[in-house]
């Protein structure tokens, strides 16, 4: 399994041609307590940079970013009664498990490495 | 992150910074956020005792012969015959019944008051003040620049400021004040038990090296937690106390906004905007307030769209967010008034592609705990 980043700190961690796609643990920290997820359904379909859905906080609604194409085959719902799992654990907890139509598009998004750079370039801001 | 010359900071901005805050423009300001976060500091002000800097607010001085007289021409509230130390909540109108701002007004003495107004309407209504003025035997100065403030919320409030300040809190009701001098620094500070969170707490005015001084030893004690702005809006919102262009704006009328009872269209002399007040209350409202729990975990925040049962837009959403002290997602919307009864079924709103049902509540979602 090999995971890849957005630049709006969605991940996708790939195994074959599925995806779990979530938010960076970066991302959990900057965004504080997670009180809603806003979920697409199984069934839809996402395209890679366009939005699927939100994380919110108490403060705002973060939309999300999809870094891939392709369907929704599960939600994570345990995040519906529970969102706060994502601030416990991020990684763990993807938000919806895409089956890739196009896994060229894996090419264009940031490796660990980058990500991290991304992140600590953000950060001096 | 902004970067604006023109911002402004408070007396404690390097305190906030110091602090670790999430600092956010606000109201011409860089202001804090949150420190540790929204819940954390929104529990403390109900349960405990929170502290925030909110010296951006605006302060203007009315005085002269013609002040009392002056200040009930502009003012909803009536002031008239009022003992010294009494603090009134109400609005000052444009003549179609629209909201120039919400304020506070202090009566200092006979002929002498202070008005507390929303720093991102300093300037507004300043020049509005002024341009009201010049038929009367008043002066008005605007000394937000030179005045700092602090407000103390929670149950533990009264007690904190006693422990910590040497300030003795306990002879003063809700909305009164007394003009005192700060045992510390020598210098003088008005003390107000008023506040924004539907609780207990005061709110304290001074110079600012005398806030910064209170400020660093409350913060010290570690009785006290600092407090941003992202949980004074939660606070409030929860117990239905708007918020100056959200909530009332120069569109909407304190009548519209269900503060009717800030506007007291019997004074004798009137006020600026009386009229259409009355007649908003003799042949209703086009326009109302209304609190909505939405029936889903969903957050309908500021500009979301209400829906009537037939899809139609009918309003929006003025504040809206995942209650902390409420578990349920609410919020307050400015609708159509033929949809705004509490038996009217079928509403609901857009938040991002999909709609949600809601139903109308009052738009107190939290009670009130403010001593008597």
């Known amino acids: 399994m090999k995971t890849y980043y957005n630049p709006t700190h969605e991940y996708a961690r790939v195994d074959g041609n599925i995806a779990y796609i979530g938010i960076t643990d970066y991302a959990q920290h900057a965004l504080g307590n997670i009180v809603y997820v806003d979920m697409p359904e199984v069934g839809d379909d996402v395209t890679a940079g366009e939005d699927f859905g939100a994380v919110e906080s108490v403060k705002a609604a973060s939309d999300l970013f999809s870094p891939v194409s392709g369907a929704v085959v599960e939600i994570n719902e345990h995040l519906i009664d529970n969102p706060r799992l994502i601030n416990e654990d991020a990684d763990k907890n993807w938000i919806i498990k895409v089956e890739l139509t196009d896994p060229s598009e894996l090419d264009s998004l940031m490796d660990e490495e980058t990500y991290k750079a991304h992140c600590e370039a953000e950060a001096k801001h | 992150m902004e970067n604006n010359q023109d911002i402004k900071v408070t007396p404690l901005h390097s305190r906030h910074i110091a602090l670790g805050a999430q600092m956010s423009p606000f109201a011409g300001y860089d202001m804090p ?294 578990d349920k997602s609410i919020a307050v919307a400015l609708i159509d008034a033929r949809y705004a009864s509490k038996e009217q079924q079928g509403l609901s709103v857009r938040v991002r592609r999909k709609t949600y049902p809601v139903a109308i509540t009052p738009k107190r979602f939290y009670k009130k705990s403010y001593k008597q």
């Open chain 2, 33 to 326: 956020i949150q420190y540790e976060g929204i819940t954390e500091e929104h529990n403390a002000v109900r349960n405990a005792c929170g502290v925030f800097d909110v010296s951006h607010m605006g302060e203007v001085t009315v005085d002269g012969p013609e002040a009392e007289r002056f200040v009930n021409h502009i003012f909803t509230n009536d002031i008239a015959g009022a003992p010294v130390g009494k603090v009134f909540y109400g609005m000052m109108l444009h003549e179609n019944g629209g909201t120039v701002d919400d304020l506070l007004v202090y009566k200092r003495g006979a002929n002498s008051f202070l008005l507390v107004i929303n720093a991102a309407n300093i300037a507004k209504d300043v020049d509005w003040i002024m341009s009201h003025a010049s038929e009367y035997d008043v002066k008005v100065t605007d000394i937000s620049d030179f005045t700092a403030q602090i407000a103390v919320q929670g149950p533990l409030a009264e007690q904190v400021i006693s422990n910590v300040l040497r300030i003795d809190g306990s002879p003063l009701a809700f909305y009164t004040f007394e003009e005192i001098i700060d045992p510390h620094t020598g210098k003088p500070l008005l003390l107000s038990r008023t506040g924004y969170t539907g609780e207990d707490g005061f709110e304290l005015y001074a110079e600012p090296e005398v806030i910064e001084s209170c400020w660093d030893r409350l913060i010290e004690s570690g009785e006290c937690k600092p407090c941003g702005l992202g949980c004074r809006d939660t606070l409030r919102f929860e117990v239905g106390l708007p918020l100056y262009g959200d909530e009332l704006s120069d569109t909407i009328s304190p009548i519209e906004a269900g503060l009717g009872m800030f506007v007291k269209l019997d004074k004798p002399e009137g006020f600026i905007g009386r009229d259409a007040c009355a007649a908003q209350k003799a042949e209703g409202v086009k326009q109302k307030l209304v609190g909505l729990e939405i029936l889903d975990r969903a957050i309908a925040r500021h500009g979301a769209e209400v829906l009537s049962p037939e899809g139609e837009v009918i309003g929006t959403v003025t504040t809206g967010y995942r209650g902390i002290s409420v």
